[in-house]
């Protein structure tokens, strides 16, 4: 199986903020990443796939970067809405695998 | 657009099997090119990804599940379902159903539904 490590695990931040979250896989899987948003008591949603890509609908101030090993998901300019936890998923080998996710709180 | 509910009892007793559905409205269970996947989430833990089925019938399921677990598909009634054996408490989870593009992102999913086991 594919690990993917996620961090961190917790984060807070002001409202404005820049916030990155970081996902290592165990190995390379290309751009085979997704991010996900899930509010409490909501099933997760789609905002990034394919490391890169926004999932239309998506506000612009969310985005994702990196290939083989090393992915990012930055939300340029942090919002109350954005309040939740992330995370991150591969599928490499139809086998997908989730990161441990990200819990975003506003300071 | 397509959507998702899952359905099923939310308690089970141990030992006994869990059993969900997942209805499918919108759009065709038969259509190719998607697979269509079970995902649960432990309370208050992340997303454990269970397994998925084509409409064909071809399965491919969690290793650490896999023993225990069967997902079938009836076309007839745009329906996909899941079974899983001999539950513990730490089967208890909120189960979600979810659309699987050619076995990449998920997308969109179910509302999601909280299964308790326990006697």
């Known amino acids: 199986d594919i690990q993917m490590t996620q961090s961190p695990s917790s984060l807070s931040a002001s409202v404005g903020d820049r916030v990155t979250i970081t996902c290592q896989a165990s190995?390379?899987?290309?751009?085979?990443l997704n991010w996900y948003q899930q509010k409490p008591g909501k099933a997760p949603k789609l905002l990034i796939y394919?490391?890169?890509n926004l999932e239309t609908g998506v506000p612009s101030r969310f985005s994702g970067s990196g290939s083989g090993t090393d992915f990012t998901f930055t939300i340029s300019s942090l919002q109350p809405e954005d309040i939740a936890t992330y995370y991150c998923?591969?599928?490499?080998?139809?086998?997908?695998?989730f990161g441990q996710g990200t819990r975003l709180e506003i300071k | 657009q397509v959507q998702l509910q899952e359905s099923g009892p939310g308690l089970v007793k141990p030992s006994q099997t869990l059993s969900l559905t997942c209805t499918v409205s919108?759009?065709?269970?038969?259509?190719?090119?998607?697979?269509w996947s079970w995902i649960r989430q432990h309370p208050g833990k992340g997303l454990e990804w269970i397994g998925y089925?084509?409409?064909?019938?071809?399965?491919y399921y969690n290793p650490s599940l896999k023993s225990r677990v069967t997902i079938s598909v009836d076309t007839s009634k745009n329906q996909f379902s899941l079974k899983l054996s001999s539950v513990t408490a730490a089967d208890t989870a909120v189960y979600y159903c979810?659309?699987?593009?050619?076995?990449?992102?998920?997308?969109?999913w179910g509302q999601g539904t909280l299964v308790t086991v326990s006697s």
């Open positions: 998923q591969q599928y490499d080998n139809l086998l997908p695998t």
């Open positions: 089925i084509y409409y064909s019938g071809s399965t």
């Open positions: 394919d490391a890169s």
């Open positions: 979810a659309r699987f593009p050619r076995g990449s992102w998920f997308d969109p």
């Open positions: 190995q390379d899987i290309s751009n085979y």
């Open positions: 919108g759009g065709s269970i038969s259509s190719g090119g998607y697979y």
